[in-house]
Nanobody, 126 residues
């Protein structure tokens, strides 16, 4: 199995930036795709971004395209989500997830990810 731990959440004003990190342990990090999801109060968990095991391809939800950037450092077993131009509607708990089965790309469904972190809160004030 793999263990995922997110960090970097917090409170930021609209227009600001945050960088989330997801530290992985337990299995070879460089062998699986990673994704970020978010869940706002009273809403379904939604896809945010994903990156292939090698980092050569990324995929984004339309709502964050051009503002968020997903990346990874396989040497550090860590994935990142750089969030710029944040909006109040970005407020949510953000989760990182791992596709341990190497499903066809792009991997966007939450059911396609096998391991999840505990989440980190991001709050954007207006």
């Amino acid at each position: 199995q793999v263990q995922l731990v997110e960090s970097g959440g917090g409170l930021v004003q609209a227009g600001g930036s945050l960088r989330l990190s997801c530290a992985a342990s337990g299995r070879t990090f460089s062998r699986y795709a990673m994704g970020w999801f978010r869940q706002a109060p009273g809403k379904e968990r939604e896809f945010v971004a994903a990156i292939t095991w090698s980092g050569d391809s990324t995929y984004y939800a339309d709502s964050v395209k051009g503002r968020f950037t997903i990346s990874r450092d396989n040497a550090k077993n860590t994935a990142y989500l750089q969030m710029n131009s944040l909006k109040p509607e970005d407020t949510a708990v953000y989760y990182c997830a791992a596709d341990l089965t190497r499903r066809p790309w792009p991997v966007v469904a939450s059911t396609s990810f096998d391991a999840w972190g505990q989440g980190t809160q991001v709050t954007v004030s207006s």
